[in-house]
Structures are given as structure tokens and as C-alpha cells.
């Protein structure tokens, strides 16, 4: 497993974590089978938006005797009424269904507090500007989670959230279909059949601009929806015309600045297999570019998606990482301290590219890589 810090929480997390609709319909010993091979194969990390009992019971007993050193992600507005799951910014219910979480985790507090998904304007007001966030931070100043999340399918919500600073973690739909795609208070059009007959151009600006932000606040993103609700495994389903398996899709997440992990739905120990695949996989394995580019109805040029592909340089230069520190110091507009430092430990910088042009040739993506290196060089003065 390889662990990775959570933002700015200082909770360290294994890069491929769990989404806990698998434990959906699970009996006890099914749900414990998944929790062991997950848990002796380093994940520690878990996403419970259920309010099922039943689920938030079967993740409970699973996980008995061995909580500590564990990471929940549990929500908060998730409330389970008449027999179904329901969305709620009643303070009183969201109370009651978190602490029934608690009571059924069999724990006194858990690690993220996640407000469950806002993606309009109007709910975004009601929990920042009501007593809905009064209440998230009384269970922060408390010590019952941890420090405080949101859940988001829109940019535009999640980049506002992350702006009161009271956000350390975005739990935020990940991939390349969705990234394409403009901001829209409606989660259903991101998979609505309309949007695969569109052409796209390049990552949605929005969306960069969260990334960046957070990358820049410290705010750590953990990615669902990686698969695109299987759309993007699926070369008929796919925009891309072709399909990624999952392990590029995940490393296509896992390369977005501020991404931590991916919680992975998975729904038997083979899926879990599947997704840790990613652990051990190669360069070539996780590539993803080769599905992305040269696309006809999906265009991106110019623009690093830090892909890798355009290794080896004859200096030893990650063109990559350059590109993402460059790209968060001009979102910026200045080169903020951390990032700077960050740059500074490369192991090699821009300032020792030859201009051999070798890296063009191979970037999918048409990333006049020799300029961006003269532009991080004069930037960082490295
Ligand atoms: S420059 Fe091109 S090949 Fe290299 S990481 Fe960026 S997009 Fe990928
Ligand atoms: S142009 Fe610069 S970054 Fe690209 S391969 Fe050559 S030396 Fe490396």
C-alpha cells in the first residue's frame, strides 16, 4: 500500500481506500472476509455515506477489535427514514442518524466528519449560513470527528466550501469524463446519455481550479465515482470511444493534485483485489493517456495531464511534477512558500533541461514542454 497524507489533517491514509456500498446486503462473515483481506492488505481508510443500519452494523462489527489506527469518513445529513436513505439539513435528524452511526460503528468518534453531498447554491447556503455547520463544529470542538469534510459532484460548490476554510477534506467525483465537463447543480447530468454526443475540449477550468486550490490550502480530495458509475471500463459506454481498466482510471485521479485516495466501491474481495492492483501495477499498466488522446470528440492540447509519458528525459527531469508545481504557482499568481519548497526538493529542476525535445515527441497531449521549462525555471529560479 503506499500511504499519503490527507491535506492538511496530518492523518496518513492508504491511496486506495474503501466506498462502503459494498457491504450493501452483506451478512456478518461476509462483511468481516472483506474487511480482513482489506485490512491485511494496508487499507485503512473507509467512506460510509449509508444510513442503512444494516450497512453502518455490518462495518461496525467488521471492523471490532481493531478500530484504532483505522480512518472513518462518516457523514453527517445522511438520515435513514421510512425504510430509505433521504438527504437532510434538519439539524435534529442529521443529529439523531450520526449518532446512530457512532452507536453502530461501535465508536465514540470517527476521523472526517463529511457533510454529505452539496452540489446546489441554495443547500450551500443552508449549511454554511444556518445552524447545520453550528453543528459540525460542535462535534469538531468536541473531539466526535475529527476535522470537517464535504462531499460535491460541482465545482463551483466545493471550491465555495473550501473557501470558508473550515473544510479539510473534499470527498469529489475524480475522472476524466467528469473533468471535461462544466460545473452543473444537477449530479445526473454528469451521466446523463446527452453528454457522450458532445464535444469536449480540455479540462473544465472549474474543475483545475479546485484541484488547485485545494492542492494549495492543504485541503485533501478523496475521489469517488473513479469509474464513472463503469461508464469509463466500457469502451461502448465510454466518451473516449475506448475503455481504461480500473487501474488507469484510478491513476488518473491519483495524479490530480490534492488527491489522496481513491474509495473504491468495491463489492467482493475480488473487486478489493482489483483495486489494489494499483499498488503494484507498472508505469506502462497505469498509463492512461493512450485511451485519452486522440480522440475526436475529446481534445486536449497544450495541457499537462501529468500522465508521465513523455519519460525519460536525458536529465532525469519528471516533467510531470514540474508542470503540476508551475500550474499551481500561476493559479496563484505568485509562487506560494510551500510550493516553492516542494519544487525546490525535486530532484532535478527545469533549469537543467537541454531543450532536446525528446519529452514533445512522446507527450500525448501536445505540451510544449520546452517552454513550460523555461517557464518554471524563470519562476522558481531553479
Ligand atoms: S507533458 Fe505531456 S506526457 Fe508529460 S506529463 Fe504532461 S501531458 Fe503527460
Ligand atoms: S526537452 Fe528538456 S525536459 Fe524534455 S526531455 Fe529534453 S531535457 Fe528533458
Known sequence: MIYRQLGRTGIKVGAVALGCEGFTGKTEQQAR?????????????????ASDPKVRSAIGTSLRGRRDGFVIQGHIGSAWKNGQYERTRDVAEAKASFEDLLNRLET?????????????????????????IEYVKSLKESGTIGCIGLSSHNPI???????TGLVDVLMFS???????????EDVEQLWADEVY???????????EILYELC???????????????????????SMFGKALTPVQAMDYALSRPAVAAVMA???????????????????????YAGVLSNVEKCTWSGHCMY?????????GLTVANVNKFLNLALAQGEVPETVREHYRLLPHHASECIACGACEKRCPFGVPVREKMKQASRLFGL
Open 108 to 132: 465514540d468518534h470517527i476521523e472526517v466528519g463529511m457533510i454529505h453531498y452539496s452540489d446546489e447554491e441554495a443547500d450551500y447556503h443552508r449549511i454554511f449560513e444556518g445552524e447545520f
Open 157 to 163: 460548490i466545493a471550491r465555495k466550501a473550501v473557501e
Open 33 to 49: 472476509e472483506m474487511m480482513d483481506f482489506a485490512i491485511n492488505n494496508g487499507i485503512n481508510f473507509i467512506d460510509i455515506y
Open 174 to 184: 475524480v475522472n476524466p469524463c467528469y473533468d471535461m465537463q462544466p460545473p452543473n
Open 307 to 315: 500522465c508521465g509519458h513523455c519519460a525519460p528525459c536525458p536529465k
Open 197 to 207: 454526443e458532445r464535444s469536449f475540449h480540455n479540462l473544465d477550468p472549474d474543475r
Open 215 to 237: 492542492a494549495r490550502e492543504g485541503v485533501g480530495i478523496d475521489v469517488m465515482k473513479v469509474f464513472a458509475g463503469g461508464d469509463l471500463l466500457k469502451a461502448d459506454l
Open 265 to 287: 466501491g468495491c463489492k467482493t474481495v475480488d473487486e478489493i483485489r482489483q483495486a489494489l492492483a494499483w499498488c503494484d501495477a507498472s508505469d506502462a499498466e497505469k498509463d
